[in-house]
């Protein structure tokens, strides 16, 4: 097993430097640049600005100092479009207020979604089974973009009880609406997928032995089905957990939440493109290391898995 | 709660029930109009989006300005109306030739850590903005000033030293132009020029601009930043005029959807929000005390690429000439935008100060005898049904645009008989593009950088880097250069005017209005200001 962590780890910097150079090709593909503008810049500020931040250097040296810059100082340079600030503060600002709303999404999806699919399991085809795959598919076919005006109207117009935005630090009042908004969908996912997973490992042989055994249905459910019945469920909670805390666009841009997701796109239209890579590797690295996460798990919870 | 968290809590608490408590006493009643305030003076606005810098010498954008000019005074402000009122300096005074000008600075401004704002403080500010070190998006603006040596620090052949500014002693400011310019001390007013605090620069670098480590001299200090969410801004004790400032908190919420900022602002969160396109005839039908629309600063414009790289139909005079008549103006205005924007046929903004908007042929006829007259034409240039014109025309990414977009290729294919390609494309690549020319119909819009006609009209001229048309007639550049100089500029602006109307390089459309949603208990927005100058010191909110 450790071995295997460790050739992972070793996958893992290839992997990210494939990333940093692909995503700079890319980039500097695209029209336009970060100090175009409506209003062109007369060519001496440009030039100044250019030799500001090394934007005058021939290509290759400018992959090189930003590689040799992010592995010796973990130095992600200034941000070209937010003139005050670099990327590392950009980052260490929005990254935080992402990871608090997108943990707490992940928890109510994963804890609320798993409860309700296994419990519409059990009672397949009771009212209760209705109303959950009923649920999951209103919640599924509402995107979060039309949801989270809805929540703002409904809690903040017309109720009154929670802001319709702002993050004031992460209290309780701003963060209901965001984890709402974000987790709905996929708490619809993650039950229907626990509910068909739960489905057929009732129907296995060896359920069928436990329950012959004279097992209590709880002992049954908690100790036997429900381990194997979660191998599909946490191979979709992996990257599901890193989208959540990696960013969430429409949950920054409807809340105003000032969360890395909207960040990473402003940085794209803007060609802001030390932000675009500094974000990049970040949601890199993050994939990377909850996939081997996600993996690990596996052969914790299924016996038969050996890496 | 920790105890130290406590103790601050209580004293903030008793701070503010103490500030309260001297405010209701000196402000229960507004020292000018005498209207009764309200004992709770805070401001929330709501802007787009976060602003790229809060340093005067780097700020670049609208709202960013606005920050700014709280924080920070300059030379001289702006009243209500747009006119100059005293700000650290009490007064200027100009040389004969108009070439150079003395400020006069006040005593008794002082920066929020308590040192004085001396001229000094605005030297060093003007010569770091110019120096290439910085690389401020806006050094060009020392340019548009006329100062002395401005272009040649800009572009690093010439110390920042060199720059004609000087300080002969700290209450003297004295600026040397390179030529005469009327309209000089309108730009003192402009964010680039305002001090700065060395020391603080000197010591914090480009972290000198965060709330903990900021000295400013405005009405206010910055309080709290939170980028893309929020910026909170109150007081500053030191404000040589806080005792007339009334508003205590100023906040900007960064909401990027319109429609959640209306929602909001409906239940009460902010005092003022932009109302989102097509919905003004209802907001100020159910709420005619806050729905406000005033004309802002730009111009909304087709742009026609004139080089080779274009239709070369586009080339012929009488097809520009009838794609403009064409336009339905007062549909695009009353239907489509319906926010009180008017129908444009200069490209200059009608509400600009001292301009006076000239005559042309297509703003005298009615809709019906522009069809007319557009259909002639047409047939001149030897397009008709037979054989119609195909054109493109491409925006950047907006509803909005879009919509004006759709409106106008169906009036063309209606009149004209041209059928239109419509292409969006996202706004970089949209730059790229017009800016290359590498386009044959494309959406323009120009803002003022300042309250004078030239501001518009620089653009029509044959090396204007924003000439995307690649327009070029010697006699529209002899005549901005004379109107630079000129006490009365007007007959060139009017002649220029014409021209454009002739030739027809750009097709107008229609001049801008900014349209908000605004408490209606909020006092003294500078409406008549057209550049939308505000300066939250001159604010407050009236007593329900």
């Known amino acids: ?98 990871l608090t709303y997108g943990a707490w999404s992940f928890v109510v999806a994963a804890v609320v979604g798993i409860s309700l699919g296994a419990a519409a399991a059990i009672k397949q085809n009771s009212w209760l089974d209705y109303m959950a795959v009923g649920f999951t598919i209103g919640a599924q076919v509402l995107p979060n973009f039309v949801m989270a005006p809805i929540l703002v109207l409904i809690f903040t117009l017309w109720l009154g009880w929670l802001p319709g935005g702002g993050w004031n630090g992460g209290q309780w009042e701003n963060l209901i609406l965001p984890v709402i908004a974000l987790s709905t969908s ?23 032995t436990a329950q012959a055994k004279g097992l209590s249905p709880s002992r049954v459910i908690f100790r036997h089905a429900l381990k194997p019945a979660m191998l599909p469920v946490l191979s979709y909670l992996g990257p599901t957990f890193v989208f959540m805390i990696t960013g969430s666009v429409v949950i920054d841009i409807f809340f105003s939440t000032g969360g890395i997701g909207r960040f990473f796109v402003d940085s794209a239209f803007n060609r802001d493109y030390s932000v675009i890579m500094g974000i990049t590797i970040l949601v890199g690295s993050m994939t990377i290391l909850f996939n081997l996460l996600v993996d690990v798990l596996y052969a914790w919870i299924d016996p038969k898995i050996r890496y | 709660m920790t105890l130290t968290s406590m103790l601050k809590a209580t004293t903030a608490a008793t701070l503010v029930f103490a500030a309260s408590a001297a405010f209701a006493d000196s402000h229960a009643t507004h020292p000018d109009t005498g209207e009764a305030l309200a004992t709770e003076q805070t401001f929330t606005y709501r802007v787009g989006d976060e602003s790229p810098s809060y340093d005067p010498g780097v700020a670049e954008d609208v709202d960013g300005s606005a920050v700014v000019r709280d924080l ?13 009122v005293p700000g650290v300096a009490t007064g200027y005074e100009v040389s004969e030739d108009g070439k150079t000008y003395t400020f006069t600075l006040r005593d008794n401004a002082k920066w929020s850590n308590g040192d004085p704002v001396v001229a000094g403080d605005f030297v060093y500010a003007w010569k770091r903005a110019a120096a290439p070190e910085l690389a401020s998006p806006y050094a060009w603006f020392f340019e548009l000033m006329s100062i002395e040596n401005a272009a040649a620090v800009v572009a690093g052949d010439m110390e920042p030293s060199e720059l004609g500014v000087s300080a002969p002693d700290d209450l003297t400011l004295v600026v040397s132009l390179s030529q005469p310019l009327p309209y000089f001390p309108q730009m003192v007013t402009h964010a680039t020029t305002f001090p700065v605090h060395k020391a603080t620069v000197d010591a914090f670098g480009t972290d000198w601009t965060t709330p903990e480590n900021m000295v400013s001299n405005g009405a206010y200090v910055m309080s709290e930043f939170v980028p ?83 239709n070369p139909a586009l080339l012929d005079v009488n097809v520009r000439q009838a794609l403009a008549m064409a336009i339905d103006r007062d549909v695009i205005v009353e239907a489509v935008l319906a926010g009180g924007q008017k129908p444009a046929y200069t490209f200059t903004h009608w509400a600009t100060a001292g301009f006076e908007t000239p005559d042309t042929p297509m703003a005298s006829m009615t809709q019906e005898e522009r069809n007319a007259k557009a259909v002639e034409l047409m047939t001149a240039a030897g397009f008709g049904a037979d054989n119609p014109l195909d054109v493109s025309l ?24 041209v059928e239109t390609e419509l292409g969006n494309q996202e706004w970089q690549t949209f730059l790229e593009t017009r800016g290359n020319q590498d386009y044959e119909i494309a959406r323009g819009a120009w803002c003022a950088d300042y309250n004078e006609a030239s501001t518009f009209l620089d653009l029509m001229q044959s090396d204007s880097g924003y000439n995307d048309a690649k327009y070029s007639n010697p006699r529209v550049d002899e005549l901005m250069a004379e109107a630079k100089t000129s006490e009365n500029p007007q007959a060139a602006y009017t002649e220029v005017e014409q021209i454009i109307a002739e ?42």
């Open chain 2, 228 to 310: 893309q969410e929020k910026l909170v801004r109150t007081r500053n004790e030191m404000y040589w005029d806080n005792e007339n400032t009334i508003i205590e908190t100023v906040t900007k919420l960064v909401i990027t959807d319109e429609n959640i900022a209306l929602t909001r602002y409906l239940a009460g969160e902010l005092d003022q929000t932009d109302v989102p396109a097509g919905q003004f005839p209802r907001l100020s039908a159910e709420r005619p005390d806050e729905a406000i629309s005033v004309p802002s600063a730009c111009s909304y414009y087709y742009t026609i690429n004139m080089t080779d790289t274009t």
């Open chain 2, 394 to 417: 491409i925006f950047n990414t907006s509803e909005a645009h879009r919509s004006v977009a759709i409106a106008v290729s169906q009036m063309w294919k209606q009149t004209l008989g």
């Open chain 1, 186 to 208: 996929y708490m619809a996912s993650i039950a229907r997928i626990t509910r068909s997973s739960m489905l057929e490992v009732l129907n296995t042989n060896f359920i069928r």
């Open chain 2, 72 to 84: 920070f005074e300059g030379l001289m402000n702006q009243d209500a109306e747009g006119n100059l």
């Open chain 2, 503 to 544: 030739d027809m390089p750009i097709i107008p459309v229609y001049h801008y209005a900014e349209v908000n949603m605004q408490s209606a208990d909020l006092g003294g927005w500078p409406f008549t200001n057209f550049e939308q100058n505000w300066y939250s010191k001159d604010l407050y909110k009236i007593a329900e």
């Open chain 1, 1 to 98: 097993m450790l071995s295997f962590i460790a050739r992972r780890l070793a996958v893992a910097i290839p992997t990210l430097l494939i990333l940093v150079v692909l995503s700079f090709v890319l980039m500097y593909a695209a029209p336009g640049g970060p100090f175009n503008s409506e209003r062109p810049l007369p060519p001496a500020v440009l030039a100044n600005i250019e030799a500001k931040y090394g934007l005058d250097q021939p290509f290759w040296k400018q992959i090189a100092n930003y590689v040799v810059g992010v592995v010796t100082q973990f130095d992600f340079g200034p941000s070209f479009q937010y003139k005050d600030r670099s990327v590392n503060d950009i980052i260490a600002q929005g990254f935080p207020v992402t």
